[in-house]
């Protein structure tokens, strides 16, 4: 089965990547940080959770006059003063979306952005043990974990930018993990921050998270639909980061992840058993090394909110 083949891999590269040098700082053991190779002023955060499926990667942009993290991860750790040590430009953070492994250090910072469609979630998942989504594998304090706090999130919609000085980072949003799920392009580079939409591990579009609102975007269809319409500008990105796996993958995950959800539209239970994660079994399909988890009332518009 190639998706075992390709989760191999994935487990090949965590544990690559705990042996490969690092920027660590005193203030936060949890993560790593690594230079990205063709442009040094964008800085990979690695919080490793110990098991390959959960670690998490946050990206932090700087440009001229300003810098933009993607992510805050699961809250453990400061993350301010990583972040302070990396860049003395003004911050703001952008969540590709609501789940608590990507907003879990969101209170430390001034100005958070989220798409408009992800804020009922995530300020409902605030009130819900299960949406603080802390990594089951690793050691850690509790004094570590930052709390979560209901602070105003700024709301963006799909091509609103962040001008940092001297590169343009646009939002592309490309729900079916989440209803308000985004992903990044950034303008210098070529770089698409692809978040847990399109990445060398499956992309999850399954139940398991209450649907507070859009509940038809949580679908293989409204995905499918989603990169359809941005695929030219998607054709033109030279690389993906995403929020999980291996970095700088070439692009031609786009089109493949586009082929993906077409051969699930046509045919939804032409699946596999996927049994990486024995807690969260499911049904994969996966097409020219892309691959989507899913379950099948989350392939076409589900009616029930
Ligand atoms: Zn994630």
């Known amino acids: 089965m190639r998706w075992k083949e390709l989760m191999q891999q994935q487990d090949d590269f965590a544990a690559e990547i705990r042996k490969q040098d690092a920027i660590k700082f005193a203030s936060n053991s949890f993560i790593k940080a690594f230079c990205n190779r063709l442009d040094p002023n964008i800085i990979h955060l690695y919080f490793d959770d110990g098991n390959s499926g959960g670690s998490v990667w946050m990206h932090l942009i700087c440009g001229e006059c300003g810098a ?75 004094d570590a974990v930052i709390p979560l706090s209901d602070k105003f999130i700024r709301a963006v919609h799909d091509g609103m930018t962040f001008h940092l000085g001297g590169r343009i980072e646009t939002i592309v949003h490309m729900p079916g993990h989440s209803a308000g799920n985004c992903m990044v392009i950034d303008s210098k580079t070529g770089i698409l921050f692809s978040g847990d939409a399109i990445l060398s591990t499956p992309t999850l579009v399954i139940d398991g998270f209450p649907a507070v609102d859009h509940a038809e975007l949580l679908t293989v269809e409204a995905f499918h639909t989603a990169l359809v319409q941005h695929m030219k500008q998607l054709n033109k990105v030279k690389w993906l980061c995403p929020s999980h796996g291996r970095l700088m993958l070439s692009n031609k995950y786009v089109s493949a992840m586009q082929h993906c959800t077409e051969e699930i539209l046509k045919a939804p239970d032409k699946w596999e058993r996927y049994d990486y994660i024995p807690s969260l079994p499911g049904m994969i399909r996966c097409v020219d090394d892309a691959m989507i988890v899913y379950t099948l009332n989350r392939v076409h518009k589900v009616l029930e909110a």
Not at 93 to 98: A, E, G, K, L, Y
Not at 111 to 121: C, T
Request: include cysteine; hydrophobic fraction near 35%.
């Open 68 to 142: 933009l993290l993607l992510d805050t991860g699961y809250g453990i750790g400061n993350l301010k003063s990583v972040i302070e040590q990396l860049t003395d430009k003004p911050v703001s953070v952008f969540n590709t979306h609501w789940h608590g492994d990507h907003t879990g250090g969101n209170s430390q910072f001034e100005n958070v952005y989220m798409h408009e469609f992800d804020i009922p979630y995530w300020k409902e998942s605030l009130s819900c043990e299960a949406g603080r989504m802390l990594p089951v594998t690793l050691a850690f304090s509790q």
